[in-house]
């Protein structure tokens, strides 16, 4: 079982910066792909980042790439995400993921999500 705790939301400017944490519990994280998703009002969950068990590989969804960075520190069982330059269209709840080594990259594990809202 892994339990994640998602925080570092709030309401910011366009232009600026927030950087979100997820605190995960449970001895998979280490092992685990991290990954973070987003979903607006009206609106689908979609990806937006992912980061592999050794922190070397990370993907970008194509709306935030050179803007927002993925990152963790598997002592602290932790991943980050850093936004940077956001926008209004980032304005959603964002959700901090788990996949487990042989889950095969499914999310099996979700928090319970951090509000950003970007004002224009």
């Known amino acids: 079982q892994v339990q994640l705790v998602e925080s570092g939301g709030g309401l910011v400017q366009a232009g600026g910066s927030l950087r979100l944490s997820c605190a995960a519990s449970g001895r998979t994280f280490s092992s685990s792909t991290m990954g973070w998703f987003r979903q607006a009002p009206g609106k689908e969950r979609e990806f937006v980042a992912a980061i592999n068990w050794s922190g070397v590989n990370k993907y970008y969804a194509d709306a935030v790439k050179g803007r927002f960075t993925i990152s963790r520190d598997n002592a602290k069982n932790t991943v980050y995400l850093q936004m940077n330059s956001l926008k209004p269209e980032d304005t959603a709840v964002y959700y901090c993921?788990?996949?487990?080594?042989?889950?095969?990259?499914?999310?099996?594990?979700w928090g319970q999500g951090t509000q950003v809202t970007v004002s224009s």
């Open positions: 993921a788990a996949a487990p080594a042989g889950s095969q990259g499914t999310y099996d594990y």
